[in-house]
Nanobody
Framework: QVQLVESGGGLVQAGGSLRLSCAAS????????MGWFRQAPGKEQEFVAQ????????YYADSVKGRFTISRVNAKNTVYLQMNSLKPEDTAVYYC????????????????????WGQGTQVTVSS
């Protein structure tokens, strides 16, 4: 069992930055790929970024590539999402998710592939 708690959301002006954190409790954090998703009002949940269990590979949605950076510190059981050059269209509830690595592929863009979810943190970008 893994419990995830996000923090770091808030209100920021367009062009600003925020760093989201996701703290995990439970065992074997380093065995999990970690992803960030977001959901804006009236829209479906959207993949944002993912990092492999070791941190060796990262993946991003085209809409955030070059602006967002996902990272992890396994010793702290924490994954981060650094968000720069924020735009109003980045406004959403951001969720972190954990996917137990079972071998094979390393890229998990679908929310259905994840085993555990946090409660979400609101990010609002004003124009």
């Amino acid at each position: 069992q893994v419990q995830l708690v996000e923090s770091g959301g808030g209100l920021v002006q367009a062009g600003g930055s925020l760093r989201l954190s996701c703290a995990a409790s439970g065992r074997a954090f380093s065995s999990y790929a970690m992803g960030w998703f977001r959901q804006a009002p009236g829209k479906e949940q959207e993949f944002v970024a993912q990092i492999t269990w070791s941190g060796g590979s990262t993946y991003y949605a085209d809409s955030v590539k070059g602006r967002f950076t996902i990272s992890r510190v396994n010793a702290k059981n924490t994954v981060y999402l650094q968000m720069n050059s924020l735009k109003p269209e980045d406004t959403a509830v951001y969720y972190c998710a954990a996917k137990f690595y079972t071998g094979g592929v390393y890229y998990y863009p679908s929310p259905d592939e994840y085993d555990y979810w946090g409660q979400g943190t609101q990010v609002t970008v004003s124009s």
